[in-house]
T-cell receptor
Framework: QQQVKQSPQSLIVQKGGIPIINCAYE??????FPWYQQFPGKGPALLIA?????SEKKEGRFTISFNKSAKQFSLHIMDSQPGDSATYFC???????????FGQGTTLQVKP | DADVTQTPRNRITKTGKRIMLECSQT?????MYWYRQDPGLGLRLIYY???????NKGEISDGYSVSRQAQAKFSLSLESAIPNQTALYFC???????????FGQGTRLTVV
């Protein structure tokens, strides 16, 4: 059972476009929702994270939108660049365990 | 030097062989994790450890075992490797009081 469902599986946008990646979760005990970025041959690295007491968080060109009632959250990349081409994973965890439940991943390609 | 180091980076082994993947970290974190990455499935938690004496099973622990030799070292063993254990394996660490996970660069394991 996939506790965190991520879509789309892959995404292609032109430079300057705004790719949006969506995630939905089942467990209402989740209280921490990070996004990780992974480049080929590298481990995932934290990009941005949100807790359920806010509906939006921005860090540079990256924004998380969070809808607690719908149990959904999404990543928006403003003014996307070819260097943003990577695989993106949403995740969720509960309590202070640090155990992350990951979505299936989205491979993003930003064309020049 | 990387904060989280995994060895080996690549390994090909035969069905039935025992293999150990090693992880060491210089972050000084108490918590360490082993994840497995498969295409279309994201990352799934195999085992995690909150300190040297505290080891816990994750989502997919069958066929795997771990050893926490010291705060900085956490190894993953496949006692009798099988082809469906072919995957990319990641070690990660996190601080007790924060949720960001720091990942190693991964070990690509192929079981033939």
């Amino acid at each position: 059972q996939q506790q965190v469902k991520q879509s789309p599986q892959s995404l292609i946008v032109q430079k300057g476009g705004i790719p949006i990646i969506n995630c939905a979760y089942e467990n209402t005990a989740f209280d921490y929702f990070p996004w990780y970025q992974q480049f080929p041959g590298k481990g995932p690295a934290l990009l941005i994270a949100i807790r359920p007491d806010v509906s939006e968080k921005k860090e540079g060109r990256f924004t998380i939108s969070f809808n607690k009632s719908a149990k959904q959250f999404s990543l928006h990349i403003m003014d996307s660049q070819p260097g943003d081409s990577a695989t993106y994973f949403c995740a969720a965890s509960s309590g202070n365990t640090g155990k992350l439940i990951f979505g299936q991943g989205t491979t993003l390609q930003v064309k020049p | 030097d990387a904060d989280v180091t995994q060895t080996p980076r690549n390994r090909i082994t035969k069905t039935g062989k025992r293999i150990m993947l090693e992880c060491s970290q210089t972050k000084g974190h108490d918590r360490m994790y082993w994840y497995r990455q498969d295409p279309g499935l994201g990352l799934r938690l195999i085992y995690y450890s909150f300190d040297v004496k505290d080891i816990n099973k994750g989502e997919i622990s069958d066929g795997y075992s771990v050893s926490r030799q010291a705060q900085a070292k956490f190894s993953l063993s496949l006692e009798s490797a099988i082809p469906n254990q072919t995957a990319l394996y990641f070690c990660a660490t996190s601080d007790s009081w924060a949720s960001e996970a720091f990942f190693g660069q991964g070990t690509r394991l192929t079981v033939v």
